[in-house]
């Protein structure tokens, strides 16, 4: 590889890397820009006339890290929870999927659990721009994602994975491809224009693009380590999904980054282990009245207990996960990126549950 194709890689792995750290705050301009990445970075690299190989597994981790922010986000940002759980149910359900197809390369189980939750996250977002997400109920969100799953990701999804058919060589084959996509194209937005717009209520608010505030409640670092440490123990379904998340993920980074000779068993009881330690650590620091503002701070300080952890372990029970050094670091790192985002959020999310039994409470 000529220095220039490596610095063109690099480039295009540290975006795809970094840009999604932006979800939290900007959450539709993120997600799309991260999806316009993921759509021209094969021609970038076409430009430079440079074709990584084996890229389409790094391609596949990397959708895999910008959901995990997007559904990270979720739990700090998403003020309707029938929205919450819509999401949730679709996030996890994908993670398994892909993880099975890692696992199996049965590219039809793509097909199965299709990705429904990327344009579900940008459905959520794109609506409360202008309106609140709370004017909607379950049975709106849960419609949402099966219009979402049914006309728009079961097709895409069999293009790509099933019949695996490439839109500009299908352009090249059949000439009336490319004006029947326009007229479709034109079609749906005159269903918009026509139908969908004048039904849409009167906008609750000017353009929102950056994420709503916090609650007051819960907008600094010490009160949601507060409401952690009063509400939360180190066995606790929020442990359990970090355990699932980070444990999932792992799994699938190891079926494209070398390094990795432990076995999958292996390497999930291994991320288990260290997010577990990782729980109690820090429980046990914010029961003291202790927090971290900066998430950046936070991030060095949750990767060093996290190697701490690592080499202590090693220590008292012997080599752990068969890991080059390199692959151990990376795996650390990204475990301390999402077990800090759920550490922080997860609180915002219980609080925002908590108000919303009290409301429903009252109003009995």
């Known amino acids: 590889m000529s220095t220039g194709a490596s610095v063109v890689f690099l480039l295009v792995i540290g975006t795809r890397l970094f840009l999604p750290l932006a979800i939290p705050r900007w959450p539709l301009p993120a997600l799309i820009a991260c999806l316009i990445v993921d759509g021209i970075d094969q021609s970038v690299f076409q430009w430079f006339g440079y074709d990584p190989p084996g890229y389409q597994s790094y391609d596949k981790a990397m959708d895999v890290w910008y959901l995990a922010i997007a559904y990270l986000a979720t739990l700090r940002n998403w003020q309707s929870l029938p ?43 794109a609506w409360r721009t202008r309106w609140s997400p709370l004017r909607l109920l379950m049975k709106g969100w849960v419609l949402t994602a ?4 049914i006309f728009i990701k ?9 019949a695996q058919l490439d839109l500009t060589d299908e352009l090249k084959a059949n ?27 009167a906008p609750d608010w000017g353009w929102r693009f950056r994420a709503d505030p916090l609650p007051e409640e819960m907008d600094t670092a010490a009160e949601q380590a507060a409401w952690r440490a009063d509400n939360s123990r180190v066995r606790s379904a929020a442990t359990f999904e970090k355990v699932v998340l980070t444990g999932l993920i792992t ?31 820090w429980l046990a620091v914010q029961r003291r009245g202790r927090s971290i503002e900066s998430m950046t701070l936070g991030f060095i300080v949750r990767t060093l207990i996290n190697i701490g952890i690592v ?6 029970l012997g080599p752990g996960p068969d ?36 409301a429903a409470a009252a109003a009995d």
């Open 154 to 162: 079961l097709p895409q999804e069999y293009w790509i994975h099933v």
């Open 83 to 125: 929205a919450y759980r819509v999401g949730q149910f679709l996030y996890f359900y994908r993670l398994v999927g892909v993880m099975i197809f890692e696992l199996t390369h049965v590219r039809a189980l793509l097909l199965v659990f299709a990705n429904t939750f990327e344009y579900f996250f940008i459905a959520y977002e």
């Open 175 to 201: 000439w009336w491809l490319g004006p029947l996509i326009v007229v479709g194209i034109l079609a749906l937005l005159a269903v918009f224009w026509f139908v969908v717009k004048p039904r849409l209520p």
């Open 311 to 316: 080499i202590v372990a090693e220590i008292l």
């Open 146 to 149: 099966a219009a979402i799953w």
């Open 323 to 358: 890991v080059n050094g390199g692959a151990t670091l990376f795996y650390l790192m990204m475990i301390s990126v999402l077990t800090l985002m759920h550490d922080r959020w997860s609180p915002v999310l219980g609080w925002r549950q908590v108000e919303a039994s009290r």
């Open 251 to 281: 799994v699938i980074f190891s079926q494209t980054l070398p390094g990795v000779k432990a076995s999958n068993l292996e390497l999930f009881i291994g991320v288990t282990f260290v997010v577990v330690a990782n729980s109690a650590i």
